[in-house]
């Protein structure tokens, strides 16, 4: 069970992170999919997590570095209690997912039609120029179709959303 967790810790440290939320005082993990209502799910778990202590949720950072985070992160537990909190029982384990043709337009409306930061380095790759050409929804899509096998220090609003391959990392049934 630890070697399993080594090999995705290994690929993945900076996403499990950043993405995966843990509570022991509620003994829930949340593990994060960008453009899947994530902010919103944040918002609501930083004030379950804020209750009855001297911290205001609205002072929270909405992308918290994971040294930010109100919740405990992956670096900050020894690897057995991790791998314990991953395929134990102990905790209640969820994410959110989203119709992945929805997510990839609601990426391509919010990220590269605005033209925001994550915008940058697709438009650079493409040869356009983000402050004069507009890039079309078709070019987005080929341009992760043509990196699809290279995704792991992606942005997180490009990739696929997954469950872990092993499927007693999973989530629980709701």
């Known amino acids: 069970m630890i070697g399993d967790m080594k090999k995705l810790e290994a690929a993945y440290q900076h996403q499990i992170d950043v ?8 003994r829930y ?9 994530s902010t919103t799910m944040k918002k609501t778990l930083n004030r379950l997590e804020a209750q009855g202590s001297k911290i205001d949720p609205d002072t929270l950072p909405l992308h918290p570095t994971p040294r930010e985070s109100i919740h405990i992160k992956p670096f900050q537990l020894p690897a057995e ?15 959110f997912v989203r119709n992945p043709f929805d997510r990839l337009l609601s990426a391509y409306l919010d990220k590269i039609v605005s033209k925001k930061n994550e915008a940058r380095s697709v438009y650079k790759t493409l040869g356009l120029s983000i402050e004069s050409d507009m890039m079309t929804f078709e070019q987005f899509v080929g341009f992760l179709y043509e ?17 872990a391959e092993d499927p007693a990392a999973g989530p629980d049934p709701v």
Do not use: T
Request: overall charge positive; proline content about 6%; some cysteine.
């Open 81 to 95: 209690m991790f791998a314990d909190i991953v395929y134990g029982s102990e905790f209640f384990k969820f994410c």
């Open 19 to 26: 993405f995966f939320n843990i509570s022991l005082k509620n």
């Open 147 to 163: 990196r699809r096998d290279k995704s792991v220090n992606w942005n997180p609003h490009w990739p696929l959303a997954s469950v």
């Open 29 to 37: 993990l949340y593990v994060q999919s960008p453009k899947v209502a």
